[in-house]
């Protein structure tokens, strides 16, 4: 009885990876055929709008034009300023944080001090954007602030996710 010869290791190891990328490839083109077939489906998954464009959509769902309203464009302007005011005051530290944790001796110390600085500042700013917010919902009617929480409280729901950030909800 004669015996088959045992193929190679690297005979073995190329059809194993010559099959792996017939695979791939195989994939790729079935995907592309799906998506020129399907073409509603992908471009039904388009970005979600960003935080200003949120905000608006929030304060049209409460019955407010964004256009318009003064209340909701004092609103608006506080928020941007003391987003810029936190991230003026933090960006520095962060940038100090992570020069020092590069470093070959890394000061402890020093990285807990500027992790407490950026705390404080993002506290401040959170009292901040309390404060405007109480001040816009006084503009409010009692419905359009209850619908107004409704919104901002519900976590599915990306359109209360501004506040909610701002907040730190």
């Not at 928020?79 to 810029?84: H, L, S, W």
């Not at 944790?101 to 009292?127: C, G, Y």
């Not at 309390?130 to 409280?153: D, G, N, Y």
Request: proline letters at 8%.
């Amino acid at each position: 009885m004669r015996s088959i010869p045992a193929p190679r290791l690297g005979v073995v190891v190329l059809c194993l990876s010559l099959a792996l990328n017939i695979f791939i490839a195989g994939g790729f083109f079935y995907s592309q055929m799906e998506a020129e077939r399907h073409p509603a489906q992908a471009s039904s998954q388009q970005p979600q709008p960003g935080p200003e464009r949120k905000l608006e959509i929030l304060v049209s769902r409460i019955g407010l034009d964004p256009q318009t309203s003064h209340p909701f464009k004092e609103m608006r302007r506080d928020f941007r300023m003391a987003q810029q005011g936190l991230v003026g005051k933090n960006r520095p530290l962060g940038e100090a944080y992570w020069e020092e944790l590069a470093s070959a001796k890394p000061d402890e110390k020093h990285l807990q001090d500027l992790v407490d600085q950026m705390i404080t500042n993002r506290h401040a700013f959170q009292s901040e954007v309390t404060s405007v917010l109480a001040r816009f919902m006084a503009t409010l009617t009692p419905e359009q602030r209850t619908e107004l929480v409704k919104i901002v409280e519900d976590r599915t729901n990306p359109v209360g996710g501004p506040i909610r950030n701002n907040v730190g909800n």
